[in-house]
C-alpha cells in the first residue's frame, strides 16, 4: 500500500504474459488505438496524448522540454517533494524560475498564481502537482486552470498520482500539459508515461528550442498521425498489453464508480487512522484519494512504522519524503484496492504501533474504518 507502483490485477499480468507482437504490424496499431481512446476516456480529454517508455518523470521532461526555450520564465507551485521536481527539470533545462513554495501539507492558493501572473506577463508556463504524492494533498487545478487560461501561459500539471484517482478533468479545466504514469491508479506496472497536449500548448511546442530527441512530441504526433498509427521508437509492448486491460476496467466500473470507490477507501482509511489517535499531517481533504499521510506519534518513528508494517505483517506503506522523513508515514490507495485491504492495513498498523511499544486500542481503527464502509455501501 505504497503510493506506486501499486498492485497490479491478474487479469492485467496475465495480458503482460502474452507473446510479443511486433509495434510496425497492423495487430499494434490496433491495440494501440484503443489504448489511446481509453486513455482519452480516463484523461478526460478529446487532446492527442503522447506515450513514451518511461517512469513519470519522463513525461514531465517531456512537458518542458516540448513546451519552452532557454530563458523563458516559468511559475513553479511546488507544496511537496513533486513540486520541487518540476523547479529542478526547469532549471536543468535553463529556465527562469519563480518559485511559489508553499509549506509541505497546504494547498497552493490559486490567487497566488494570479497574482504572479498579473505581476509578470512574460510568465509562459504554469507547472504545478495534482496530487502531491509526497503528502497526500490535492491542489485545486479547476480554479488554478480558469487562472491560467485568461493569460497565454500554457498549463502543465503532474497528475501522475492522481489521475484515475481524483477527479481531473483535462479539457474542461483548462490544462494544456497533463502528465501521467502506468504504475498508480492505471493499475499497470511501471515503464509507461504519459503526456497530453492541448492546442494551446502545440502552438508553444512549435516555437520551443530547447534540444529534445527521443521526447519530442512533434516526432511522436507525426507517427500517430500516419494512415497506420504508430510509435516513433520501441514502444513498452508488453507494458501496453497490460495498460489495455487496466483501461478497460477502469471503462467497465466506470471512471465516476472509480472515483467513489477511492472516495469510501480514502475516507475510511482517514477515519480508522484517526480512531487510533494518530493526526493526520497536512490540509485534510474529501478529494484526496490516492495517499494518506500520517504523523508518526511521538514516541514513535515514521521508518520503524513501515519497517514493522513490512517485515512482521507483509505490507508495504511509504515513509516520509525529504525534510518530513521520520516524522510521517504514508498510505497509499490509488489503483486496484477495496475495503479488505484497508481493514487489513488497519488492523496491521494497530499491531505494529503496539508492537512499538505506542498504546491503541486494538480494533478501533477497523472499527472506524468499518463503519465508513457500511455507510456508504
Ligand atoms: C506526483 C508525482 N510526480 C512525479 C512522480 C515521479 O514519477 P516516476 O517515479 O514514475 O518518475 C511521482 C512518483 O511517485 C509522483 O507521485
Not at 512549435?206 to 494512415?227: C, G, I, M, Q
Not at 495498460?243 to 465516476?256: F, H, P, S
Not at 487489513?344 to 505494529?352: D, N, T, Y
Amino acid at each position: 500500500m505504497t503510493p506506486g507502483p501499486t498492485p497490479v490485477p491478474p487479469e492485467v499480468l496475465l495480458a503482460q504474459a502474452s507473446p510479443m507482437i511486433h509495434h510496425r504490424a497492423p495487430i499494434y496499431t490496433e491495440i494501440i488505438l484503443e489504448v489511446l481512446e481509453d486513455l482519452k476516456y480516463v484523461f478526460q480529454t478529446k487532446n492527442d496524448i503522447i506515450m513514451f517508455a518511461s517512469s513519470g518523470t519522463g513525461a514531465m521532461e517531456s512537458a518542458v522540454a516540448n513546451c519552452f526555450s532557454a530563458g523563458d520564465k516559468v511559475l513553479v507551485v511546488s507544496i511537496g517533494n513533486f513540486g520541487a521536481r518540476w523547479a529542478k527539470i526547469s532549471e536543468a533545462y535553463g529556465l527562469n524560475v519563480t518559485l511559489l513554495d508553499y509549506e509541505w501539507g497546504t494547498k497552493a492558493d490559486p490567487a497566488d498564481i494570479e497574482k504572479a501572473l498579473a505581476a509578470d506577463p512574460d510568465l509562459k508556463g504554469v507547472l504545478v502537482t495534482h496530487s502531491e504524492t509526497s503528502t497526500g494533498v490535492v491542489n485545486d487545478i479547476e480554479t488554478m486552470g480558469a487562472i491560467v487560461a485568461k493569460t497565454p501561459a500554457i498549463f502543465i500539471v503532474d497528475a501522475i498520482s492522481g489521475l484515475g484517482a481524483s477527479d481531473m478533468q483535462t479539457d474542461n479545466w483548462n490544462v494544456d500539459v497533463c502528465v501521467a504514469g502506468s504504475q498508480k491508479a492505471l493499475m499497470t506496472p511501471p515503464g509507461l508515461a504519459f503526456a497530453s497536449v492541448s492546442d494551446k500548448a502545440w502552438q508553444a511546442v512549435e516555437t520551443s528550442t530547447l534540444p529534445k530527441f527521443y521526447f519530442d512530441y512533434k516526432k511522436s504526433r507525426d507517427a500517430l498521425h500516419k494512415a497506420e498509427p504508430q510509435s516513433p521508437f520501441t514502444p513498452a509492448v508488453s507494458t501496453i498489453l497490460g495498460l489495455a486491460v487496466a483501461l478497460k476496467m477502469i471503462r467497465e466500473e466506470t471512471l465516476e464508480n472509480v472515483f467513489a470507490r477511492h472516495h469510501v477507501n480514502a475516507a475510511a482509511t482517514r477515519a480508522g487512522v484517526k480512531a487510533l489517535g494518530l493526526e493526520l499531517f497536512g490540509t485534510e481533504d474529501p478529494n484526496a484519494h490516492s495517499v494518506t499521510a500520517v504523523k508518526a506519534p511521538g514516541d514513535v518513528d515514521g521508518q520503524a512504522i513501515v519497517k514493522s508494517l513490512r517485515v512482521k505483517y507483509g505490507i508495504t506503506t511509504a515513509g516520509g519524503q525529504g525534510k518530513i522523513k521520520g516524522k510521517i508515514f504514508r498510505i497509499g490507495h490509488c489503483g486496484y484496492y477495496d475495503k479488505f485491504d484497508i481493514l487489513s492495513l488497519l488492523a496491521g498498523l494497530e499491531m505494529a504501533l503496539v508492537g512499538l511499544g505506542h498504546e491503541v486500542t486494538a480494533g478501533a481503527g477497523v472499527a472506524a474504518a468499518e463503519q465508513v464502509f457500511e455507510a456508504n455501501s
